[in-house]
């Protein structure tokens, strides 16, 4: 699973979960302008990444969900970071394709 691959699947697991619980969005705005906005907040949890790797759409969306309950909006991104350097550190390079 490349990076792309990866967003597109969490941003597709919000939405389908939204609707799963009744999420209701004005016809005026439409599913594309949630969905575009998951996406760049998702877009942008990678550019923070120091090992940008294709995450899991459960990590992923954790990610998007976690800041907001933390008092220190960074610490969510602190526990991955440190979790994928721990883990590049332990296996070796990990390879974007695989």
Do not use: F, N
């Not at 016809?27 to 294709?54: F, K, N, S």
């Not at 220190?72 to 390879?95: F, I, N």
Request: overall charge negative; charged content about 20%; glycine content about 6%.
């Amino acid at each position: 699973m490349t990076v792309p691959q990866a967003l597109d699947e969490a941003v597709g697991h919000c939405m389908d979960a939204g609707y799963e619980h009744d999420l209701r969005i004005p016809a005026l705005l439409g599913d594309t302008h949630l969905a575009d906005g998951l996406r760049q907040r998702a877009e942008h949890l990678y550019e923070r990444l120091p090992h940008p790797i294709a995450l899991q759409p459960e990590i992923i969306i954790s990610q998007l969900l976690l800041p907001a309950r933390s008092p220190d909006e960074t610490q969510p991104l602190t526990w991955l970071s440190d979790y994928l350097h721990a883990a590049r550190k332990h296996y070796g390079c990990l390879d974007q394709a695989s």
